[in-house]
T-cell receptor, first 114, second 116 residues
Framework: AQTVTQSQPEMSVQEAETVTLSCTYD???????LFWYKQPPSRQMILVIR??????QNATENRFSVNFQKAAKSFSLKISDSQLGDTAMYFC???????????FGAGTRLTVKP | DAMVIQNPRYQVTQFGKPVTLSCSQT?????MYWYQQKSSQAPKLLFH???????NEADTPDNFQSRRPNTSFCFLDIRSPGLGDAAMYLC???????????????FGPGTRLTVL
């Protein structure tokens, strides 16, 4: 079974600074997808960034980037130039290739302080 | 805008009184999912439909059932809600993932269920 672990229940960062959220996972699969989802307070979950396991290059979406270490089974999210609107729960998630079943980590509550 | 809609946003029911939550989508996606999310926890997949094919998670209680009468709508039925079923229920959709191509899951805003 696949498991996803987020070891930081809560984090905070000052506006305009950089923060890194950690995620590790356990799988015996070689092909899979990894995701970071954002769930703002009282709002719906949206996809922030995704990574295909077969791609060595780390994914980047504007201020969001990942550090994907396949051998270490690590998938961290870096948020640069943090904004107040980045305040949310962040979930790391995993799906096997060719599969509908998504497994989430427990989440990290990020607060961006003015 | 194409979207995933959940009604109602807040639902209060009594212990043991059946309740139905609804989800509709305008994305024309063939996969629909139901997740249970308890306070400060990760969403947990209950089941999903691939078109009309129902896929139940092994640890989903029998108390939870689902119906998908057509592509656009999916319902979550809780036959006899207990206090432990109080949670946020999230509906999500995606296109077919069986081909191996990644297809993003789009989430609705959720229905918060309170059991009295």
């Amino acid at each position: 079974a696949q498991t996803v672990t987020q070891s930081q229940p809560e984090m905070s960062v000052q506006e305009a600074e950089t923060v890194t959220l950690s995620c590790t996972y356990d799988t015996s699969e070689n092909n899979y997808y990894l995701f970071w989802y954002k769930q703002p307070p009282s709002r719906q979950m949206i996809l922030v960034i995704r990574q295909e396991a077969y791609k060595q290059q780390n994914a980047t979406e504007n201020r969001f980037s990942v550090n994907f270490q396949k051998a270490a089974k690590s998938f961290s999210l870096k948020i640069s130039d943090s904004q107040l609107g980045d305040t949310a729960m962040y979930f790391c998630a995993f799906t096997k290739y060719n599969n509908n079943d998504m497994r989430f980590g427990a989440g990290t509550r990020l607060t961006v302080k003015p | 805008d194409a979207m995933v809609i959940q009604n109602p946003r807040y639902q209060v029911t009594q212990f043991g009184k059946p309740v139905t939550l609804s989800c509709s989508q305008t994305l024309n996606h063939n996969v629909m999912y139901w997740y249970q999310q308890k306070s400060s926890q990760a969403p947990k997949l209950l089941f999903h439909y691939y078109d009309k094919d129902f896929n139940n998670e092994a640890d989903t209680p029998d108390n939870f059932q689902s119906r998908r009468p057509n592509t656009s709508f999916c319902f979550l039925d809780i036959r006899s809600p207990g206090l432990g079923d109080a949670a946020m229920y999230l509906c999500a959709t995606s296109r077919d993932t069986s081909s191996g191509v990644y297809n993003e899951q789009f989430f609705g805003p959720g229905t918060r269920l309170t059991v009295l």
